[in-house]
């Protein structure tokens, strides 16, 4: 690949400023150095930035952001960039702060049930530093070994638990945040309710758009006194959906209940031989915590109501061993599809729990009618859908076809009342989507909300919003958009 | 008392276009009509408003709040007027929203668990239609039989029960509400996550300064298989508070743990003979929830817990009566001091729980400064304090001592590193403060938020904020406050 020119005068003077400010070892502008912070997880958007900061401290933030400010040139703050809707791609000739070093672990209070964490902390390493008090960090997405909680804030990450335990924005009591003018804020704080607009619950999930996180506090959970998983197979999809919904309405609130079609078992099983049942064409990996007592009595319910739904196996894991290489067949789907297909595209969607098997036939037409396959994730009991759209990049047109499949998937997920990212978030990926999900009203609201926190749109511009909005516009007097798109990758 | 003037010219031409717009009789304006409107619960703050208007459909408030934009004619939203801070207080001359007669039950959905309600119906009556599917409500004010949905969106309204489910905001998934130019939006959804910026949290308990809601999704919440009560009579106010640590410390996460010190049993006892432990300087009053094999197992817990800080009596209630009238005696608890004082006025703060003992201590020696008597009653498990400050109101000065000394409890809340308010709200009573809650930079930035959705501030003014600040002005440029008040009303 042909390395690209350097970035702008504009911004190597900026850089210059920045190297006197904060020391020069945290200044990258080599584009060779460079290239590894042109995309997230979502490889097939990248953009060169003009500028890399190493931030090491708060006050790095507070200076970098305060000289972009001054320089009107935009920044993005990326963590472990392991997103998957392209929120941490940066923006062309701009600023990329990244957060991984700011890695302390500031405070832990095991009686009041708080830690506060810098945002490069990796989200298990907060789960580890708990596990001396017998406590834990709740949200647990599949990427929790690398991924960093200030990611997780921008993104209002999930996970498997989810169902049970909430998203990020259920566990972060409040945040330290650089505003886009270099302000640095409190929003929440460690007591359960706070006064004044909670503006806390609006951060959590902007994708950056707000300002920088540069502190979290984290609400940690008791570790239940049993945790313990079960795996059920099925002959049919319909059956699975049809027994998740019947335990949840038997008033069992599983810790998760995911679900597998036949394709990603088989990849799982290519990848990492767990052991799933033979023949299923769905599999349940259902998870209770709790007290002891309660676990027990609830998974003879569940094992009952599989049963009425056809179930053909169900299986408590023994130990530890077996219970891990449930949920590895679960966690590695994503990578295992690389087994049975060169390529894929996973989509994240949310329907109505009580319409999954509707759904699923759809989408099932859809994907025939495109010639691709579809194996299908779910965090069944929440009603996420994560279709990994097969495909072969070899195939002129495949990649487009998979993304335009990914795309009517959406629009199933919009019209059965769902909404188009589950906990992905939006990013660059699905902005384009936004006005399918929200009117121009409710999307001029948010409008509004990010131009009172950066009138000058240089936190993470061109992400999350359809269209651009010029600040200082009122709402309802919408003109065409004449904005660039700083994002100058497209997906495929 | 002499009935007041009516309102100004300029508000009664508002009136009249208001009859055209939305019906002669929806529109008050005869001064003695209007004063049932002066107050809400918090009765020493009284402003007479200008015009009411008794909302019927959604539309009204739409028609109402474009032609107060039209006009420059603040608004104020009202809903069942039991709030505990003033923030329904109206705007003098100004229009008052009333929004009880919008109590349509518009959908009930229980395979999704979730309910859609108009704002003035009532909090219990959200449980008595949830009842028949086996689902209720969780947040429950001890105002639950008359207050209204709006008002507790406006208030982020608690209950006995947030310690274990949580605020108003856990509970709410989406909304209907008209900003301050009349223009209609939508606020969350009935999705569990919803892309880009979430405002719902930021609206609930934004006390109406970000417009009116006419629409409300709640999430309801399966019925437990048991619900027990437990008194548990302590000797000092120390032990129960180390038992409500100890309890939670060990796992258990009551559905409820209220503690009630001696005098407010003795006013208790007296208004309801609800038959607390005799001799106690402590009561708690533990609830516990879930399968009854997990009741079962954890009241032994508890009452091994409580023996240990030397419980002297612990009963679990024998049947719906004898809980009924545990509870009682707990939420008779503010109007009963009626019988031991002639007046009263009650705080509402929070501190980290772990603290209870020193902060109650602090308390007892502020209230012997002040020679007064304070009852205390608290939800103690997430440290919200409702300190009962007794006083004479035929003793010259004793209702600005009385203020002063809950004051001063805010003071040692702050200072303790909890809240001014934990579901009572700021309103009118405490907005001053929010100054010492909040920095400079941080309010700031929820006034930015407020005059994006208001940039006219006709939406409740002069609640919430301490100094209302003109919309315009960057943060950081701070001017004098010159707008008046639009409070003329003062506490006492």
């Known amino acids: 690949m042909k390395i690209a020119e350097q970035a702008s005068p504009r911004t190597l003077e900026l850089a210059e400023r920045l190297r006197a400010a904060i020391g020069a070892a945290k200044v990258l502008t080599d584009p060779a150095q460079l290239r590894t912070y042109e995309c997230d997880g979502l490889e097939a958007f990248r953009v060169r930035p003009g500028v890399v900061v ?16 001054e320089a009107g040139i935009p920044f993005v703050a990326r963590g472990s960039g392991t997103g998957l809707s392209g929120g941490a791609v940066p923006v062309s000739d701009g600023v990329l702060i990244v957060l991984s070093r700011l890695r302390g672990i500031v405070d832990v209070d095991p009686d009041n049930a708080r ?8 989200n298990l390493w907060v789960t580890r530093e708990a596990a001396p008090h017998d406590q834990l960090y709740a949200p647990d997405p599949s990427s929790q070994q690398v ?9 209002n990450s999930g996970g498997a638990h989810c169902l049970k335990y909430g998203f990020t924005v259920n566990h972060v009591m409040g ?3 650089v505003l886009a003018d270099g302000e640095v804020v409190h929003l929440g ?8 607009l909670d503006l806390l619950g609006a951060f959590v999930g902007s994708e950056g758009t707000l300002g920088v996180v540069t502190e979290v506090t984290v609400r940690l959970l008791r570790v239940p006194e049993s945790v313990q998983t079960m795996l059920v197979g099925f002959h049919s999809v319909a059956d699975a959906a049809g027994a998740v919904s019947d335990i949840i309405a038997a008033g069992i609130l599983p810790a998760a209940i995911e679900m597998m079609d036949a394709l990603a078992i088989e990849a799982a099983e290519a990848a990492v031989q767990c052991g ?10 259902i998870e209770l915590d709790g007290p002891q007592v309660e676990v027990d009595e609830q998974f003879e319910q569940v094992e009952t109501l599989a049963r009425a739904r056809h179930a053909f196996e169900t299986r408590i894991a023994a130990d530890a061993e077996e219970r891990a290489l449930m949920w590895k067949g679960r966690k590695s789907a994503f990578a295992a599809v690389g087994r049975i297909s060169p390529s894929y595209y996973v989509q994240d969607g949310v329907i109505p729990r009580t319409r999954l098997p509707e759904i699923l ?29 097969l495909f072969d990049d070899a195939v002129p047109g495949a990649p487009k076809a998979a993304e335009d499949l990914g795309f009517a998937i959406l629009d199933l997920c919009i019209r059965a009342g769902g909404s188009i990212t589950g906990e992905h978030g939006v990013g660059l990926e699905k902005k384009s989507k936004m006005a399918g999900q929200f009117t121009p009203e409710d999307l001029d609201t948010m409008q509004l909300v990010r131009c009172a926190f950066d009138p000058a749109g240089l936190a993470n511009p061109g992400k999350l919003f359809p269209t651009p909005r010029l600040c200082g516009e009122r709402p309802g007097v919408r003109t065409a958009d004449t904005a660039p798109d700083p994002a100058l990758g497209e997906v495929f």
């Open 54 to 69: 190493l931030a090491e401290h708060r006050d790095d933030v507070v200076r970098t952001v305060k000289l972009c400010a």
């Open 115 to 122: 830690m506060v964490v810098e945002p490069g902390v990796i």
């Open 147 to 155: 991924c960093s909680i200030g990611g997780n804030v921008a993104e």
């Open 175 to 177: 945040a330290e945040v």
């Open 189 to 196: 704080g460690s007591a359960p309710e706070h006064p004044g």
């Open 276 to 285: 799933y049942p033979e023949g299923a064409e769905a599999v349940l990996v």
């Open 361 to 389: 036939a759809d989408m099932s037409t859809l994907a025939d009618a495109a010639n691709l396959r579809v194996a299908n994730v779910f965090h069944a009991g929440d009603g996420n859908l994560h279709p990994l759209i």
